[in-house]
C-alpha cells in the first residue's frame, strides 16, 4: 500500500502565505513526477503545478511567480510554498504521485485526502 498525506492549509488572510505538504509513505519503490492540484467549490480539479524527480517545474499560468513547488527526495514530500495568496486561491489542494511500488513495480497514480485552504479577511 501507498499513501499520500497532506498538510499545512489553513485560513489566511489576502497576501499572507503557507506552505503545503505531501508525504508518500508506504511500500514505495520509485518517485517519478509529483504534483499539486486543487479544486475550489463548483469548479473542477485544476492542475497548479509539477515537479519531475530531478526537480524541473511547470505551473499554470495563474500561479506563477506566487506559488512554489519543491521536493526532498530523501523524505519522500513534495511542498507547495504559497505566497502573495488571493481570495481566488481558496481551494482544497491534494497533491498527486507517480509511485511504483514494490508489490505492483507498475507505475501508478496516488492521491492525497486534501487540505482545505481558505483565503479571506
Known amino acids: 500500500q501507498v499513501q499520500l498525506v497532506e498538510s499545512g492549509g489553513g485560513l489566511v488572510q489576502p497576501g499572507g502565505s503557507l506552505r503545503l505538504s505531501c508525504v508518500a509513505s508506504?511500500?514505495?519503490?520509485?518517485?517519478?513526477?509529483m504534483s499539486w492540484y486543487r479544486q475550489a467549490p463548483g469548479k473542477q480539479r485544476e492542475l497548479v503545478g509539477i515537479i519531475a524527480s530531478g526537480g524541473s517545474t511547470n505551473y499554470a499560468d495563474s500561479v506563477k511567480g506566487r506559488l512554489t513547488i519543491s521536493r526532498d527526495n530523501a523524505k519522500n514530500t513534495v511542498y507547495l510554498q504559497m505566497n502573495s495568496l488571493k481570495p481566488e486561491d481558496t481551494a482544497v489542494y491534494y497533491c498527486?504521485?507517480?509511485?511504483?511500488?514494490?508489490?505492483?513495480?507498475?507505475?501508478?497514480?496516488?492521491w492525497g485526502q486534501g487540505t482545505q485552504v481558505t483565503v479571506s479577511s
Open positions: 508506504g511500500s514505495i519503490w520509485n518517485i517519478y513526477d
Open positions: 498527486k504521485a507517480m509511485i511504483t511500488s514494490t508489490i505492483t513495480r507498475i507505475p501508478s497514480n496516488y
